[in-house]
Nanobody, 123 residues
């Protein structure tokens, strides 16, 4: 199955930083809007950040504004999420996903999902 591959998760203390990557693997991500979603145990999946295919437009959930930065390098076929000032409530499995419909927090509009990378933030 062709799907993006996430990496960069891990365990950090509160206030720390991580940089997640999402590689296009066997398909090109260049023409897709892409998002990061996360899902904590017992909670619904929620949108974290989205970026247009050009990279010129970005969106962030209120809970991560000012702390997370989404970016993409289409030449490297890779999406990134720089996460700073991490909090215990950021603990979740993080997923990247592609959509042909434009940025949205509606997970049903996304076509392809990665397997996820775990982020754990301890207090």
């Amino acid at each position: 199955q062709v799907q993006p591959v996430e990496s960069g998760g891990g365990s950090v203390q509160s206030g720390g930083s991580l940089r997640l990557s999402c590689a296009g693997s066997r398909f090109t991500i260049n023409t897709y809007c892409m998002s990061w979603f996360r899902q904590a145990p017992g909670k619904e999946r929620e949108g974290v950040s989205c970026i247009s295919w050009t990279g010129r437009t970005t969106y962030y959930a209120d809970s991560v504004k000012g702390r997370f930065t989404i970016s993409r390098d289409n030449a490297k076929n890779t999406l990134y999420l720089q996460m700073n000032s991490l909090k215990p409530e950021d603990t979740a499995m993080y997923y990247c996903a592609t959509t042909s419909w434009g940025c949205s927090w509606n997970s049903e509009s996304y076509d392809t999902w990665g397997q996820g990378t775990q982020v754990t933030v301890s207090s």
